[in-house]
């Protein structure tokens, strides 16, 4: 049996902040397969331990990239899917290990609670979306400022329910990306895939 990745007292301390945030189930839709198994391996296991914790967080594992996986365009393994069974969007691609692991938690708190966290004018603009938007945001688990960015991403995301898909990207899980999309420094954003709208740092 695999050693626990969280330790006694990091388990008390996330019962008490879910007892305290959460509010409503919250699906975790995760990809596991061959490639990078060791996290996958991880991954499952943050998962089933957080639902230990508290049983509103719901994980479901699929083997293999299946024609599931294919209809919600996942390729890449691990992939997290979170909310996505309560109309969020929500991803995880990689691992979210190191740094991203407090975000992580984060992220499921908000969609529990069905409240992005943002301010009332930002509330108002994300009202105005005409289109879907995608951001990515690439990090790597050491970054101190990247768990913010996808943090931020995922409030949009909350906010522009349905409308607005956040993805954390593991850069160092998911070479090919990251050099498709030039990232040297992280956090970095790209927005609908588009070289254009790369930005780099918290925003």
Same mark, same amino acid.
């Given at each position: 049996?695999?050693?626990?990745?969280?330790?006694?007292?990091? =388990? =008390?301390?996330?019962?008490?902040?879910?007892?305290?945030?959460? /509010?409503?189930?919250?699906? /975790?839709?995760?990809?596991?397969?061959?490639?990078?198994?060791?996290?996958?391996?991880?991954?499952?296991?943050?998962?089933?331990?957080?639902?230990?914790?508290?049983?509103?967080?719901?994980?479901?594992?699929?083997? =293999?990239?299946?024609?599931?996986?294919?209809?919600?365009?996942?390729?890449?393994?691990?992939?997290?899917?979170?909310?996505?069974?309560?109309?969020?969007?929500?991803?995880?691609?990689?691992?979210?290990?190191?740094?991203?692991?407090?975000?992580?938690?984060?992220?499921?708190?908000?969609?529990?609670?069905?409240? !992005?966290?943002?301010?009332?004018?930002?509330?108002?603009? /994300?009202?105005?979306?005409?289109?879907?938007? !995608?951001?990515?945001?690439?990090?790597?688990?050491?970054?101190?400022?990247?768990?913010?960015?996808?943090? /931020?991403?995922? @409030?949009?995301?909350?906010?522009?329910?349905?409308?607005?898909?956040?993805?954390?990207?593991?850069?160092?899980?998911?070479? @090919?990306?990251?050099?498709?999309?030039?990232?040297?420094?992280?956090?970095?954003?790209?927005?609908?895939?588009?070289?254009?709208?790369?930005?780099?740092?918290?925003?």
């Amino acid at each position: 049996m695999a050693e626990p990745l969280l330790d006694e007292r990091s =388990q =008390q301390a996330l019962k008490e902040k879910f007892q305290r945030d959460l /509010l409503n189930d919250v699906s /975790l839709s995760i990809f596991v397969g061959d490639d990078n198994r060791e996290y996958c391996d991880f991954t499952v296991q943050l998962c089933e331990e957080l639902n230990a914790l508290d049983d509103r967080i719901k994980p479901v594992v699929y083997q =293999q990239i299946n024609e599931k996986a294919a209809e919600l365009g996942i390729t890449r393994t691990p992939t997290v899917l979170v909310g996505w069974d309560e109309g969020y969007r929500l991803k995880y691609t990689g691992a979210p290990a190191g740094q991203e692991a407090g975000g992580f938690v984060e992220a499921i708190s908000l969609v529990s609670r069905q409240d !992005s966290g943002l301010q009332e004018d930002s509330k108002a603009k /994300l009202q105005n979306l005409d289109r879907d938007v !995608s951001i990515q945001v690439y990090v790597t688990p050491t970054c101190p400022y990247c768990p913010r960015a996808v943090l /931020l991403a995922h @409030q949009i995301a909350i906010q522009a329910k349905g409308r607005v898909e956040s993805e954390c990207v593991e850069a160092s899980q998911n070479m @090919q990306l990251a050099r498709q999309f030039n990232v040297s420094s992280v956090p970095q954003q790209v927005l609908n895939a588009d070289m254009s709208s790369v930005s780099v740092g918290v925003q």
